[in-house]
Structures are given as C-alpha cells and as structure tokens.
C-alpha cells in the first residue's frame, strides 16, 4: 500500500528531514551508496598494527680512530654546539667511547616535510665544524627509527650469499622498500664501521616441527614495506617471491619477526569486539523500546560506521587499534542522536500526528537539541588533537575517526531516521504516562519518588552530591601509576651488557651461554641473538642500540602471547643465578613511547659520584629490579655531564611504586626524572591544558543552546559528578592511572553533557509552553528517561567488549567511562533538576 504524505501549515519548514520523507527513491538511493562506499573504503583501508609515530629523531656517528674517550668528547662538544643552533631542536644527548661519538638529536614533532628541511639544516651546519685531522667525517642517520615490516633470519652454511640472493630477489616485488641485512660481515676491514660490522654476528635458534631448539649461523634480512599499500598483500607478496626461489642446499628462511601477522590478529580482535559492541547496543535499544524503534537504531549503526569508514578513506587514516578502538568507543555515543530522533517521531504519533508529518517533525522539533549534544560530544574528543610531539601523533586518530563518527550519526539522525521511521515507526510515549510492559517501567516509580524527596529537599541534595565527590577522591592515593601497559605480543627482549672495554670475544662467551640455557625453554618458539649490538627495530617502540664490543640483544618469540610473563619471570631467575660477568635485562615490550626502561633518573652537577651512590641506593632499597648507570661512559643530555641510573620494576608491580618509595631518599638537587615519570607528568600538564579548551567549549556551545549564563552553569555544575563514578571504576578495576586513563576524564565531561543535555532541552521547552517550574522538571525527567537511559546504557554496554577483551591498554579508558557515565547519570538525573529549582528559587533564572 503507499504510504500517503501529508502536509502541514509548517511542512515547508522541515528541512532535509522532510526532504527525504518526501523524496523516498533518493532516500533509498542515497542509503545503498553510503553502505557501498563504506564497504569499498573497509576493503582499501590501509592497516597497521599500532599507529605510526612521526620520525624526529636522527643519530649522528663520528668515528675518531684511536682516540681516547676524553678526546672523542671534545668531538662531541664542538657538534652539539653547532646542533644547538637548530631552531626547532627540542633534546640532544650523547655517548663519547674510545673511538666513536653518537649523538641522538630530537627535534620538536612537525611535519615529515617540515622536518626534512631541518636535517638539512642540521647537515649545513655541521660541514663548518673543524675537527681533528684524524677524525672521519660525521655521519647523519635520520632513518634508524623506521621498523622492518618482516625480518627474516637466512640459515645454512653460506647464508651471506642466500642473503644476497634473496635480496636481489625481494627488490622486484613492487610494494617492497628498503631492505637491510644484518650479520653480513664485510670483505675487508677499511675503516671503523667495517671493523664493528665485523664484530656483530647473529646465531638464531629455531624448532623443525617439535624439535629441540637448534642453533645456527645466520644472516637476517629487514625488509620495509612502501607506504600506502595493504600490509597483508606485501606479505602474501614477499613470501611468493621467498616460495619461488630455488635456494641452495642446507639453507632455510624462517621469519622472526612478521608485522602483517601481528596486524591481522590486532585488528580481526579489534572487529571481533567491535561486532560485539554493536549486538549489545541492539540488545540495549530492545531492552528500552519496542521492536520497531530498535529496529530503526540498529539498521542507524551500519549506515553511520559505513559513512565513518569513508571518511577515514578520504582522510587517509588507517584501520589500527586505536582507530577501530574509537570506532567502538563511538558506537555507544553514535546512536544518541537516531535514539532521540526516533523517541521524537514516536512522540509526535503517540500525540496523534500523521505518520508523513511525525516522521520529519520530531527530529526537527528535535534538531537544536540533536545539534548541540552532537557538538558537545565532538568537543569533548576533539581537542585531543591538539596534544602535541609522539603522544599525540599516536592519539590522533581517536579524536577524528570520534568526530567522524559523531558528525556521521548527526547526518543519519536527519536523513535515514525520518525516511525509516515514516514506514516502521507507531508510536511510543514516554515515562510520564507510565504503563508498559518493559520490565524497566517498574523503575519509574522509584525514581519519581526519588526525585520528589530531592526536589524537597533541594540544597540537602546538592550538598550531599558533592560531599560523595570529596568523599571519592580518598580513592586517588590507591591508583597505581602507569604510563602505558606491556605490549601484548608473543615476544620479549633481553639486553646483554658487558662492562665498559670488554672485548667482543668476551661478549660472544656470554651470548652462547645465554642460548645454551635459552634452549631448555619448551615455550620458546625461536630466538635471534646478536652479539656486538641489538636487533634491527622490528616494532615501533623498540629501538636500535649501536654497534659496540661489550653489548648483545636477544628477540624471544613464543607460540602464544599468554606464555610471555611466566617465561619472563623464569628466565631473570636463571639469568640472574646463571650469568654473573654481565648484566641481563629481560624485558616486555611496552606500548607508547620508546623507553628504554621505566625508571631512570638523571644525575648532573657537581659530585657525580656521592648523587649517583644515594639514588642507587635508594633504588635498591625501594626494591627496584637491575638497578645500573653509564657512569663508566662519558654522556651528556643538553650540552651537560650527565649520568642516568636506571631500573626495572620487579615483575608484575609498577614502577611508579618504587619510585614513590625512593624518592624520599634521593638528592635534593642536580637530579632529574626521565622514562615513566617524565612523560606521565608531561602528559598530565598536556592533557590539564586539553581539559581547560573541552570544558570551555562545552560551556560555550550551551550558552549558544540555552541562550543563558546560568543555564549553562546548571548543566555545568554536575559534570563533577561523572569523577565519582571515575574514580570508583579505576580502584574496582585495579587499572592504572596513565595517559589513556587522562584521556578518559578528560572526554568525559562532554559524554555526560551530551547525554543529559535533551532533558535541560524540554525543561526548557515545557518552560516556554508556561508550564509551571516543578510539573516542568517532572514532566522533562519522565518524558526524556527513555532516551537517556537508551543512549547512555548504549554506550556503557557497547564499551564493555572493549574492557573485557581489548587489552590492558583500555583497561583504563572504559573504566573511566563506565563508571563514570552510571554514577554521573544516576546522580545529575537527580541533581540537575534540583539545581534548576534553587536557581530559580534564587531569582538567577526565571
């Protein structure tokens, strides 16, 4: 039967909502090519494992044979003082050893372009330094950070010439970038970096099958993918060329390191949640509303993920985990706006409107209200963007694929909602007129009860609200702090260190003592250990260490990644009780920034050696695990003398626990905290300042809605209450207070607002229609219940996937917003109306 369309007085005022009532094969239209693009974007998305930190660190190496370590550091001050002259240079810190001087230099985050023109500078200005005769010319490497895609381990007799072959192999696959190899010794020794290329050698460990742990000579081979390509095709494509080759007698590749793999597993869990999230909010939407409303929600995710994903295709942002992690955190917060404009069509049927003239009139009635919670949601995430150096190139794609999403869902709620609901929707009142057979009908009463005794007892209320936020804060000192968790990988690291001057045959003693009690791990899968320097970066935080005679690296693979922390705590025992001549740290791999570990406190000034012996001490005494410096090496952070001890957590506790128990003890001036400490403080100032922006803008967008100061204030005044509910969530959970904890409070003011912003809407509207100030409150709380417990319990269950399964990474984030938005909306659904009634009780409204 068609659907016949009226008109009313006001129907040319609809806007687009009546336009696609009335224009139904455009309506539809328009749906089918929003879910193509989306699908054609989902399939041409780059895809990564974790998003890629901007490259603004170079190495600068200068070889001075036969100098003393005192002479190189005389090399080293003449460079860094040219170096300083680089306007954007945000550190520089070096190491002078007999022989070599390296200078890590860190320019402030800018673009890739900006920040080429800068090493360019920083070359002009090195090629005026007079240096010793003797001393070879410095050499600047400005792309040491770039991770190998896959990194293969060449085995076999002859594996320097298979490597060869393989490489000449590999560079006819079109998406293949750079290649290196590592371990390949050079024909002769002409100078210093043939000598130490001489001294670095691999032996990897591999299983045929289920055999024993085998050791073997080896070459490895990093190969980089070219930007823009789909990871899982330059796999397929590396491994065909590997497949086709016929390699010599005795000789085997193994990979030991496979980016793509780790990718596809990140990101199929990651989709897996995120199905889940939306079965949940489907669930949520039959929990509150009649079948045909869910209906019209759940048809309302496909079509606003399917917009979100081409977007991010236009934007060139890629699937990772934090990308598909804000796709979940959104999705919660995605129906908000077709939540209300459906609950606004049922509205106007329910009041007897023709179903033509309902379908477009409720979310137009609706618009300002849509509008404004869709902004504030957008300001709540959105200056996140604003975060600035690694933390914020690694955060950045939360923040726009939110917006993206937000501004998708506004577009849905105005277009497809009112096109849906003119043929679904029947009719659906809300709370006020409380009969119904949905069990969360025997709620209403309570809370009606509830909000006439605060209505009551207004200021008793208030006070006794803001007494429990005081009250919460008791919890903070119980947080454990930390500033990202373990990378959940099955790999692990451990760094060999020799005392300064040990010979390279003295390392390689160590290493194969090392692989002797590394082969009676059943869990251990295979093993690349390289004497005379560390691993090619294979992960983004991992990074490089120079080639020197007293130092070895060691990546452990394992089958799974759950078998990591048993192995990591077995073999520190047996390093620990086994290997005496040097230091082993076995180490997880860490999220977020490169660390090289989480304690390290810098020591300058006078009297080195007494601030050096007191923090180490302390450390000790605190119960730090592999307290050590680099006393023995000359280094210098900014153009000063500086020693940096540092030291691990003891397995499964927190670094911020030792820290806090040592720092009592430690020398009370010419000390610095770097690792852990450094950036969670640094991330604390940054994301106050982030915080200060959100909340301004909120602010500002309400007073633009309400077109009153002191509407805005009453609305404003219970975003605190959401901290309660914060703070509870982190201690219940035992989750760390980090950046991604920051990140959570920091956008949790907007959640709130935007949740429970439609109530101060028809506080306001009942207001305008003369209805008395206490029926006004009531009435909005009973008529707006629906919609907010819909979206809020949509966002609350849709992030619970994320907790349960996303990883210690957002542990902390959806404990912030789970407890906070339960606890914030219970409490403002009782305290915003009894703030309006003081205000206008106190003449500050009318």
């Known amino acids: 039967m068609r659907m016949v369309i009226q008109r009313s007085p006001s129907a040319s005022k609809g806007g687009i909502a009546q336009f696609f009532v009335e224009h139904r094969c455009f309506g539809w239209l328009a749906m089918a090519a929003v879910l193509v693009s989306g699908c054609l974007a989902f399939l041409r998305l780059p895809q990564q494992e974790d998003p890629t930190f901007p490259t603004h660190d170079a190495v600068l190496i200068t070889v001075y044979p036969g100098a003393s370590a005192e002479e190189v550091e005389a090399v080293t001050i003449k460079l860094e003082e040219a170096l300083s002259r680089l306007p954007t240079l945000e550190k520089l810190q070096s190491q002078s050893r007999k022989n070599i001087s390296t200078i890590v230099i860190t320019l402030k985050t800018d673009r890739k372009e900006v920040i080429a023109q800068h090493w360019e500078k920083a070359r002009a200005l090195l090629q005026g330094i007079k240096l010793p005769e003797d001393c070879e010319e410095p050499h600047l490497e400005t792309d040491y950070q770039l991770p190998a895609t896959l990194l293969f381990s060449v085995l076999g007799e002859d594996a320097e010439a298979t490597a060869d072959q393989v490489e000449e192999a590999l560079k006819s696959v079109p998406s293949t970038g750079r290649i290196r190899q590592f371990g390949h010794a050079p024909g002769e020794i002409l100078s210093f970096k043939d000598m130490a290329a001489a001294d670095y050698k691999v032996s990897t460990l591999h299983r045929q099958n289920d055999g024993p742990l085998m050791p073997a000579s080896s070459v490895l081979i990093a190969v980089e993918m070219k930007a823009g390509n789909i990871i899982r095709d330059f796999k397929l494509a590396v491994l065909a060329k590997i497949d086709s080759m016929k390699l010599?007698?005795?000789?085997?590749?193994?990979?030991?390191?496979?980016?793509?793999?780790?990718t596809a597993h990140r990101i199929g869990e990651f989709l897996r949640c995120f199905i889940e999230a939306v079965f949940v909010v489907v669930l949520v939407a039959l929990l509150l509303m009649d079948w045909r409303t869910a209906?019209?929600?759940?048809?309302?995710?496909?079509?606003?993920?399917?917009?979100?994903?081409?977007?991010?295709?236009?934007?060139?942002?890629?699937?990772?985990?934090?990308?598909?992690?804000?796709?979940?955190?959104?999705?919660g917060m995605l129906v908000d706006d077709p939540v209300v404009a459906s609950d606004g069509i049922n509205r106007e049927l329910a009041d007897g409107q023709p179903r033509g003239i309902a379908a477009w009139l409720g979310p137009f009635k609706l618009r300002r209200a849509i509008f404004f919670g869709t902004l504030i949601n957008i300001v709540a995430f959105l200056p996140?963007?604003?975060?600035?150096?690694?933390?914020?190139?690694?955060?950045?794609?939360?923040?726009i694929v939110i917006t993206l999403a937000l501004v998708s869902s506004r577009i849905v709620s105005m277009t497809f909602i009112p096109l849906l609901g003119s043929y679904l929707l029947k009719g659906q009142k809300g709370f006020d007129s409380a009969t119904g057979r949905h069990p969360i009908y025997r709620l209403v009463p309570f809370?009606?009860?509830?909000?006439?005794?605060?209505?009551?007892?207004?200021?008793?209320?208030?006070v006794a609200a803001f007494v429990l936020l005081v009250a919460s804060t008791a919890l903070i000192p119980y947080f454990g702090k930390q500033f990202f968790p373990a990378a959940e990988r099955n790999q692990l690291l451990v760094d060999i260190q020799l005392p300064e001057g040990s010979t390279i045959e003295k390392t390689t003693a160590t290493t194969q003592r090392v692989s002797e009690l590394l082969r009676k791990e059943a869990s251990i899968q295979s093993a690349i250990i390289v004497c005379g320097g560390g691993t090619p970066m294979f992960y983004y935080n991992v990074l490089p260490r120079q080639p020197t005679a007293n130092t070895a690296q060691v990546l452990i693979n394992t089958r799974h990644a759950e078998e990591?922390?048993?192995?990591?705590?077995?073999?520190r025992e047996t390093f620990d009780r086994e290997i005496k001549e040097a230091l082993c740290l076995v180490k997880q791999i860490e999220q977020g920034p490169a660390l090289e570990t989480p304690i390290q406190i810098e020591i300058s000034g006078d009297d080195l050696k007494t601030k050096l012996l007191q923090v180490t001490t302390a450390l000790h005494d605190a119960g730090a695990y592999k307290v050590h410096d680099d006393f023995d090496v000359i280094s210098r952070i900014n153009q000063q003398r500086t020693v940096t001890v540092k030291a691990l957590a003891p397995f499964g506790e927190l670094a911020s626990r030792i820290l806090e128990k040592a720092r009592h003890s430690f020398p009370t001036s010419g000390i610095q905290f770097g690792g852990e400490e450094r950036e969670l403080h640094n991330s604390q100032r940054e994301m106050?300042?982030?915080?200060?922006?959100?909340?301004?803008?909120?602010?500002?967008?309400?007073?633009?809605?309400?077109?009153?100061?002191?509407?805005?204030?009453?609305?404003?005044?219970?975003?605190?209450?959401?901290l309660i509910g914060a703070f509870v969530g982190l201690a219940s959970t035992h989750a760390s207070f980090g950046f991604m904890a920051l990140i959570g409070i920091v956008s949790l003011a907007g959640v709130i607002v935007s949740h429970i912003i439609v109530l101060s809407d028809f506080i306001e509207e009942e207001r305008a229609a003369g209805v008395d100030l206490e029926e006004a409150l009531m009435r909005a709380a009973l008529v707006r219940l629906r919609a907010i417990l819909a979206t809020v319990l949509a966002?609350?269950?849709?992030?619970?996937?994320?907790?349960?399964?996303?990883?210690?990474l957002w542990q902390p984030l959806t404990a912030v917003h789970i407890?906070?938005?339960?606890?914030?909306?219970?409490?403002?659904?009782?305290?915003?109306?009894?703030?309006?009634?003081?205000?206008a009780q106190w003449k500050w409204i009318k």
Not at 248 to 259: E, N, R
Not at 385 to 395: K, Q, T, V, W, Y
Not at 819 to 839: E, H, I, N, Q, W
């Open 248 to 262: 010599p007698a005795g000789a085997s590749i193994i990979t030991v390191s496979d980016q793509p793999a780790a």
């Open 295 to 331: 209906l019209v929600v759940a048809v309302a995710i496909p079509l606003t993920i399917a917009m979100t994903l081409a977007g991010m295709a236009a934007l060139g942002v890629p699937l990772q985990q934090i990308s598909i992690a804000a796709l979940i955190i959104s999705l």
């Open 384 to 399: 996140l963007a604003l975060l600035p150096g690694d933390m914020g190139a690694f955060i950045i794609s939360l923040p």
């Open 447 to 462: 809370y009606k009860s509830a909000l006439q005794l605060a209505l009551r007892n207004p200021l008793k209320t208030v």
């Open 564 to 571: 990591v922390p048993k192995l990591i705590m077995r073999l």
């Open 688 to 722: 106050g300042r982030v915080l200060s922006i959100s909340l301004a803008l909120i602010a500002l967008a309400m007073v633009f809605q309400f077109r009153s100061l002191m509407k805005s204030l009453i609305v404003m005044l219970t975003v605190p209450l959401g």
């Open 795 to 808: 966002t609350v269950c849709g992030l619970l996937p994320l907790a349960i399964s996303g990883g210690d």
């Open 819 to 839: 407890f906070g938005l339960l606890f914030g909306t219970v409490l403002t659904l009782l305290v915003l109306p009894v703030l309006y009634r003081l205000f």
